[in-house]
């Protein structure tokens, strides 16, 4: 019982020296998801496994428009295995500025804010491996680099601890 005290505790002491997304308010330029995504963009990304090793490669076509008060994003990734997936999002801006998500393969509503070049989302992703399905975590963080440019990494766990990594970039024509 004590050692399971001290992995919750250690747990959320590590929750909470994540960074608020407000520490990058001030950073160059500006991200405004919901104007980045308008129209179409292109991304390439892996995951990775904790070790570190590479077990997924892909390529990402996606277009954006707003519909109404929300904004549509649907995601089209083709996996260098030859395997491919559609995820349409549909995002609600709330009154406190924030985006709340959904998806067919979110569990729930995925929570994103942004400040500064920054823009932080979590959510619970069903995620197929082999025959079955597992429920994940995600803590994605994006962030501007240029006009053009933003990259993402997201951390993936399953009951707490990280099982990988993702890291994406994306690219607009201008």
């Avoid at 491919?84 to 979110?106: I, K, M, N, P, Y």
């Avoid at 491996?129 to 053009?148: A, C, I, M, P």
Wanted: aromatic share 12%; proline share 2%.
């Amino acid at each position: 019982m004590k050692r399971l005290l001290m992995l919750g505790s250690v747990l959320a002491l590590t929750a909470c020296a994540m960074p608020d997304v407000s520490r990058y308010a001030q950073d160059e330029p500006k991200l405004d998801v919901t104007q980045y995504f308008q129209g179409k963009t292109e991304a390439w990304g892996m995951f990775q496994k904790r070790s570190g090793e590479v077990v997924k490669r892909f390529h990402i076509k996606m277009e954006g428009h707003n519909q109404d008060d929300k904004f549509i994003l649907k995601e089209h990734f083709f996996y260098t295995d030859g395997t491919s997936q559609e995820r349409v999002w549909t995002f609600t801006r709330q009154t406190d500025g924030s985006l709340h998500g959904r998806a067919d393969d979110v569990v729930g509503v995925a929570i994103g804010k942004g400040a500064g070049n920054a823009f932080r989302m979590r959510y619970t992703l069903k995620l197929p491996v082999g025959d079955s399905v597992h429920n994940v975590k995600f803590d994605d963080w994006l962030f501007r680099v240029d006009e053009t440019t933003v990259v993402n990494r997201a951390s993936v766990t399953k009951f707490g601890f990280e099982v990988g990594q993702v890291t994406v970039f994306f690219r607009r024509d201008q």
